[in-house]
């Protein structure tokens, strides 16, 4: 897809294709409310050991597979992930995704990068979080602001998946929600009713996300393509 540009009309058919899998949010709404702050708002403090244990879960159950320690064995995700929140915690932007700054932008590049070399087992199974977990755990601390990634989604828009390559990806993601705000309120609908009218219950940035999940990463499998934008399914147009 030469310009992977998102109108709502595409949001729409990738938000479909979310709605249409089983307990798709079902993790998601479960961490929201295990962390909730007064506003009833995800707010996690990685300061805390049951909220690095809840984030550890999630992530597992968007397929991160991190390795649980054992009872007396070293914990260097927990451990990891402490260390990094206090250097980054009071640091990460917390605006909507089509207000970050530069500057934000910067900023959470720099985190990622810290986040995805943080150790997470040890011996001879050695692995850091590496980049794809990393973008998902930015997203569970800093939903409104953080678009996500995995591996095909980077590798498709950027080529890369260190943190010079998470802030182009970032910049991207702050253009498209400014071009479907742009849009949305041509129609008289506000920027914080998308995602109501896409029928998700989560924020314009994993809006985004979905999107792309949608288009590379099931599309790299073949089960969904584009063409002059458009969507089929099993080469039948939709």
Known sequence: MSDPLPPLAELRRAAE?????????????????????????????LSQA???????????????RIRYPREGEPAPYDDGVRT????WGARLPDVDLV??????????AKAYSDLA????????????????????????????????????IAATLHGDRDGAAFGRHLRLGRDWAAAVIAEAGSSGISGEAIPA??????????????????????????????????????????
């Open 84 to 87: 990094w929140w206090e250097a």
């Open 99 to 108: 207000h970050l700054t530069d500057a934000g932008i910067d900023t959470a």
């Open 17 to 45: 294709v979310f709605n249409g899998f089983a307990n798709a949010d079902t993790s998601w709404l479960r961490l929201i409310h295990e962390t909730a702050d007064k506003r009833g708002l995800s707010a996690i403090d």
């Open 50 to 64: 049951a909220h690095r244990t809840i984030l550890l879960r999630w992530l597992n159950s968007w397929g991160c």
């Open 197 to 238: 009218l896409m029928g998700r219950p989560v924020p314009l940035a994993k809006i985004l996300d979905e999107y792309l999940y949608v288009a590379f990463t099931m599309g790299d499998r073949g089960d969904w393509g584009t063409e002059n934008g458009e969507w089929w399914k099993n080469g039948n147009r939709g």
């Open 117 to 152: 070399s943080v150790v997470v087992s040890a011996g001879r199974s050695r692995r850091t979080l590496g980049p794809t977990a990393a973008a998902k755990a930015l997203y569970a601390l800093r939903p409104n602001t953080i678009m996500p990634w995995d591996a095909a």
